[in-house]
Every structure is written in structure tokens, then in C-alpha cells.
């Protein structure tokens, strides 16, 4: 055995990187360098290359997290995630709308947005939304994907609890919503117009069920820049990847039971 001090100081000190993710979940170049005693700019450049190599995918903040070959080490992964299976339609809807895009999953009433692309060439833009949550009858992507469900499923999700309280803390009502729903179905696609956040303008598109998940993809834009012409645009480009999503993923592709809760 060679002894500690032949080691390869670049190789060894990315190793230590990829132990604290993996120890605290995810890492900042702050910390990375603060563990590692060097610069920032030593740490950065050590995260990028681990990211480029696809050990480690930057999420919100600039917090790196371990990505699929770090989880998987030493094994060849069946199929690549969803999100990034979908990674290169988000970016298409991306090139066609030069807005921020997100691709959000619904889990009961509730909207997770787990990947997203955020606009860079606008004076005025968008932050992405990757890792929040938000009020499934409030986002434009929840509200596409709660049109996918039958009336009575909705009813049950939205149904108080055994303690008479609402699964949303927000108070709606609930006849509004499914008027709003038989709207998106109708139009093929959903709108927020400052529900979630002053100022903002959002509409997506239900891509249905997709390896166990409800799917939507989402355009989001600052209120200053909507009008009817820019709706009919975002739409036309939201059914453009939608039909295309769904003729990629044709084989996996399932619609929700009339009961699926």
C-alpha cells in the first residue's frame, strides 16, 4: 500500500466533497471550502467538475446535491430519472418561450416542483421554483393536473378532515374551481394570473401520468409582459412539447383511474 502522502491531492479532495453531500445532503461552495480549508474558487471549481461528470446537480442556491452516478456508484442505473428523462422537453419549451419553465408532479393538493429552467434573457425574469411547494388550485400546473381527475376525486381530495379542516390552508371555493377546471380542459390548458405571487402570470399543461408520477409542465412570466397575443404563444408552444412528451413517452403513458385518489 502506498503511503497517504502519494496520493493525488485534486482526486482526494473531491472524494472529501462527496462525502459531506452525501453526510449533510447537499453542500454550498461556502462549505465545501470552509471542510476542505481553500478558497472558494478552489471549491467551485472542484463542485462544477463533480457536476459535470454527473455526481452532483446544482439545485436552488446554489446547493449542490448527490445526482444519480453518485448515488448509484458502481452500478449501471436501469433507466434515468424522470426529471431527467423530461430534462430535454422542458429545455425545448425553454428555446420557444424564453421564459422560466418548470416541470411540477401533484401529490394530493399539493404542487412539487422539482426541475426548472430559469429565462436569462429578458430584462425582467423569473427565479425558478425548484424545490417549493404550493396550493395545488392556486399554481397553473396544479390546476392542469387536477383536470386530468374526475369531479368526485377532486371532491375527495379537497374533502375536510376527520378534524373539519380543509387540506389547503388558503380558503376557496370549491363549485369555482371546478368551473375552472372544466375551462382548462376545454382550452387545453391552465392559467395564474398573480394567485400565487404578485406581479406573476403562469400557465401549463397536465402531461399526465408518467412513471407513477402526475406530471405538468409550466411557463412563468411577470404580469408586465402578458397579453393576448403572448397567451396564445406560450400556449401554442405548452401543446407543442405536451404532444411531444407524450409521443415520446407513449409506452409509459397512462391516464388517471375515474377513482384514482
Not at 457536476?51 to 444519480?68: I, S
Not at 399554481?139 to 380543509?166: E, I, Q, W
Amino acid at each position: 500500500m502506498r503511503k497517504s502522502t502519494d496520493r493525488i491531492e485534486a482526486i482526494h479532495r473531491a472524494l472529501q466533497v462527496l462525502k459531506l453531500m452525501a453526510a449533510r445532503g447537499s453542500v454550498s461552495v461556502s462549505e465545501a471550502a470552509e471542510y476542505l480549508n481553500v478558497n472558494p474558487s478552489t471549491s467551485s471549481r472542484i463542485l462544477s467538475t463533480i457536476e459535470a461528470d454527473g455526481f452532483a446537480v446544482r439545485g436552488e442556491k446554489r446547493r449542490y446535491y448527490p445526482a444519480r452516478h453518485a448515488l448509484h456508484f458502481g452500478q449501471t442505473p436501469i433507466m434515468p430519472t424522470l426529471y431527467e428523462r423530461l430534462r430535454p422537453h422542458l429545455e425545448r419549451l425553454s428555446s420557444l418561450t424564453h421564459e422560466t419553465v418548470q416541470t411540477a408532479t401533484l401529490v394530493g393538493t399539493t404542487v412539487h416542483h422539482g426541475d426548472g429552467i430559469a429565462a436569462t434573457d429578458r430584462a425582467l425574469v423569473l427565479t425558478s421554483r425548484v424545490g417549493k411547494r404550493l396550493p395545488a388550485h392556486l399554481a397553473s400546473s396544479g390546476k392542469a393536473m387536477l383536470a386530468d381527475l374526475a369531479p368526485s376525486v377532486v371532491n375527495a381530495r379537497y374533502a375536510p378532515t376527520d378534524s373539519g379542516v380543509l387540506p389547503q390552508a388558503v380558503a376557496f371555493n370549491l363549485s369555482n374551481l371546478h368551473r375552472e377546471l372544466k375551462q382548462v380542459r376545454e382550452r387545453g390548458y391552465a392559467i395564474n394570473i398573480e394567485a400565487t405571487e404578485q406581479g406573476l402570470v403562469a400557465l401549463a399543461v397536465s402531461l399526465g401520468h408518467l412513471s407513477g408520477e402526475h406530471v405538468a409542465f409550466s411557463v412563468a412570466l411577470p404580469l408586465a409582459r402578458y397579453t393576448d397575443t403572448t397567451r396564445k404563444n406560450i400556449a401554442d408552444a405548452l401543446k407543442t412539447v405536451q404532444h411531444e412528451v407524450l409521443a415520446a413517452f407513449s409506452d409509459e403513458q397512462k391516464p388517471p383511474l375515474p377513482d384514482m385518489l
